[in-house]
């Protein structure tokens, strides 16, 4: 069982930056692939950033360049590190990991940009 709660969402003007962190439980979070989805309002979730338990990454092609996501193992945190926000950015945005074919997600955080 992993919980994931996620934090730093808000209200951001075009232009602006947040950035988004996931706590995680288990004493075996290192080992763990983590993820960022978002949901905009009518559409599918769709995958964000994602680092695995080396450290390496990967993105969507429209947020390459301008999101960063990076882990602290000592933490058990995941962060999602939002520059240049426009207004297709807002989306409810997810942390996400999976042990075998379990999923599992957090709750979400809004995040909003609009001037």
């Known amino acids: 069982q992993v919980q994931l709660v996620e934090s730093g969402g808000g209200l951001v003007q075009p232009g602006g930056s947040l950035r988004l962190s996931c706590a995680a439980s288990?004493?075996?979070?290192?080992?763990?692939?983590m993820a960022w989805y978002r949901q905009a309002p009518g559409k599918q979730r769709e995958l964000v950033a994602a680092?695995?338990?080396?450290?390496?990454?990967t993105y969507a092609d429209s947020m390459k360049g301008r999101f960063t996501i990076s882990r602290d193992n000592a933490k058990n945190t995941v962060y999602l590190q939002m520059n240049s926000l426009n207004a297709e950015d807002t989306a409810v945005y997810y942390c996400?990991?999976?042990?075998?074919?379990?999923?599992?997600w957090g709750q979400g955080t809004q995040v909003t940009v609009s001037s």
């Open positions: 288990g004493r075996m979070f290192s080992s763990y692939s």
């Open positions: 996400n990991t999976h042990l075998g074919p379990i999923n599992y």
């Open positions: 680092i695995t338990s080396g450290g390496s990454t």
